[in-house]
C-alpha cells in the first residue's frame, strides 16, 4: 500500500510545485522533510533570478549612454556571487540526497532601468526578499525537525546578508544627497557614485 502524500504547507516560500522527490530514498538521505528539500529546491531558482537581474543591471551601465563602469563592475561582482550562492545550495541539497527540478529563469525586467537610483532600489528589494525567503526556510527547517538545514541556512546565507543590506541602504541615501534621479538625466551624483566603486567592492 503507497504512503500518503505529504500535505503541502501555506508557505511564502518558492516551493518547487514539479519536485520529484526520491520516492525510493536515497541511501543519503536522513532527517531531511520534503517539504525543506522543496523549498531548497525552489529557493536556489530564485537566487539564479537575482543573479541574472543583477548581471543584467550591470550591462546597463556597461553601454555607451550610460557608461558608469565602477557601477557596473559592482552590479557584476554581486551577480558572480548570488550565483555562487545558489551553487553552494545546490550542492548542500545534494550532499542531503536531495533532486534539483531545472526550472526556466524568469526574465530580469530591467529594460526601463536607465540611472543608478533605481537600480540601486532593485537590489535593495531583492536582497530584502532574500533575506524574507532565508529567514522563513530557516524557521521552516526548524519546525520540522532539521536542525543542521537551519543552521547551514542561518550560517552561509542570512549572516552574509545583513551588511550587503546595510550597505544598500547607505548606498542609496548617499545617491539622494548627491541628488541622483531615476530618470535619465544623470549628473555630477551618479558620477561620484561611480567612484565608490572602491569602497564597495571590497564590502
Sequence with gaps: MSEPRVKRIKTCLPLCKTHACNTAGSRVVQNFPTVVEESLCGVSTLLMEISYRLEALAKI?????????????????????????????????????????????????????????PALEIMLNQWKEE????????????????????????????????????????????????????DSAGGFGEYLIDQLQETLTTA
Excluded at 529567514?135 to 520540522?144: D, G, I, P, Q
Design 61 to 117: 551601465f556597461e553601454q555607451s549612454d550610460l557608461s558608469l563602469p565602477r557601477v557596473a563592475a559592482y552590479f557584476h561582482q554581486e551577480s558572480v556571487k548570488e550565483l555562487e550562492r545558489a551553487e553552494a545550495m545546490l550542492q548542500y541539497l545534494s550532499q542531503r540526497g536531495g533532486k534539483f527540478c531545472g526550472k526556466n529563469i524568469k526574465r530580469p525586467v530591467t529594460e526601463n532601468v536607465c540611472a543608478v537610483l
Design 131 to 182: 533575506m524574507s525567503v532565508m529567514v522563513e526556510l530557516n524557521r521552516l527547517a526548524c519546525e520540522h525537525g532539521d536542525p543542521h538545514t537551519a543552521s547551514v541556512i542561518k550560517r552561509q546565507f542570512i549572516e552574509p546578508l545583513v551588511p550587503k543590506v546595510k550597505l544598500i541602504g547607505d548606498l542609496l541615501t548617499s545617491a539622494r544627497r548627491v541628488g541622483c534621479t531615476g
